[in-house]
């Protein structure tokens, strides 16, 4: 039987205290196949790299400034800065508070829904028995039937090699975007939602015209439609008109139970995060020469955290030649390499992880213009 606290233990204690040869391979090949023991290894990473940031009242002044010293200091500037140096920070840290801490105590937003979808709602528990459902992170539609009338033909949207995808977006707005092959044309349908405080609707609708040999979109009125409550399901009929190259094209979706569950668009340390102006990897920022960029992108994502950043992932992979695709993740993505960073609209940090089966772009190289980091 897997001796998964085995693993676990030494995941979250490398690489500060490393495993043997033989065992840090083991490790790795474990890793690689144990989602949980891979995310809470990092997690525990990632509560003594919080830690290091607290500001607790204590007699011993010595200790305490040289936790600081080592959260702020100046080895992330010249190099030498490894992740080492955090867990060694949490270890003073706990031992300067007196505290045991459990696996999350320090994470910051766990990376799931904001607003939870009630599967004892009847409506929600209606998707399962639906003919047509439609699922992804945030998006949940289940329906008896859907007719696009567009070009003379009517398209039915049944075929099993459907491409479901959402765009997470943020609290307030997100996407559901479906495509497939129909008629012997490509076919999508789209939908764009918004919130506020108190509801959510469909804000924008999109359907392919079916014209040949380019389909393109047919217009809609611009929401809101089908207002409803936050936390609930719609549940009714959706019939809505437009109009493509070729004259009117009419959407129906009988039967339509639509749940949604938007996210952040971001993850930040408990009690806010570093709103930036400017990316701390840019010549003369903060963490320029940190090396951090060169770690594996949950080592990177625990680095992040432990220095108070808001923080998004993109996964990145190649589509086809100069094409390709990016996923918004809210935790770093458990392989890959970083390739690049960016500011978001909301101030946080924005990395880019590829996808290493089929990458769009290199790995980010460690600057020339700083100092060779210390081996180690």
């Known amino acids: ?5 085995h693993w676990l233990e030494l995941a979250a204690l490398r690489p500060t205290f490393s495993p043997s040869p033989a065992e840090a391979t083991d490790l790795d090949a474990h890793l690689a196949t144990c989602e949980a023991c891979s ?7 990632a509560d003594l790299a919080h830690v290091a940031r607290l500001e607790v009242p204590a007699p011993t002044e010595d200790l305490r400034a040289r936790i600081r010293a080592a959260a702020i200091a100046g080895d992330v500037g010249s190099g030498s800065w490894n992740l080492a140096t955090i867990a060694v920070i949490g270890l003073l840290a706990a031992a300067l508070v007196g ?23 009847p409506a ?31 398209l039915h949207a049944e075929t099993p090699n459907m491409k479901i995808h959402s765009d997470p977006g943020s609290l307030t707005s997100w996407s559901l975007e479906v495509t497939w092959l129909e008629e012997n044309l490509e076919q999508r349908l789209n939908f764009y939602f918004n919130a ?59 039967g339509a139970v639509l749940a949604v569950a ?17 990316d701390p990897f840019l010549p003369g920022g903060p963490l320029r020469c940190s090396g951090i960029l060169q770690l594996s992108p949950r080592e990177a994502e625990a680095a992040l955290q432990a220095f108070g950043y808001r923080l998004s992932w993109r996964f990145v ?8 695709y990016s996923e918004k993740r809210l935790k770093a993505p458990p392989v890959g390499f970083i390739s690049e960073t960016a500011i978001g609209s909301d101030g946080e940090l924005v990395v880019f992880v590829e996808d290493p089966a089929r990458p769009m772009g290199p790995a980010a190289p460690f600057p020339a213009d700083c100092p060779p980091p210390s081996p180690g």
């Open 1 to 5: 039987m897997t001796d998964h606290r």
């Open 262 to 278: 938007p996210q952040p668009s971001f993850v930040e340390p408990p009690g806010g995060g570093i709103v930036l102006d400017s």
């Open 317 to 324: 992979y190649s589509t086809g030649p100069n094409m390709g």
């Open 124 to 154: 929600v528990a209606a998707i399962e028995g639906k003919r047509i459902r439609w699922e992804t992170e945030v998006v949940r539609l289940g329906a008896d039937s859907v007719t696009i009338d567009a070009n003379g033909k009517s």
């Open 39 to 45: 995310r809470e290894g990092a997690a525990l990473r």
């Open 99 to 121: 505290a045991t801490l459990g696996v999350g105590a320090f994470l910051s937003r766990p990376d799931e829904p904001l607003t939870q979808l009630d599967a004892n709602d």
């Open 196 to 254: 506020d405080r108190t509801s959510w609707w469909i804000e924008g609708v999109q359907v392919y015209d079916n014209v040949r040999p380019n389909p393109d979109w047919a217009s809609f009125p611009r929401g809101p439609h089908f207002r409803t409550p936050l936390g609930q399901p719609f549940s009714g009929d959706i019939d809505m008109a437009g109009r493509g190259r070729a004259g009117p094209v009419r959407l129906r979706i009988d």
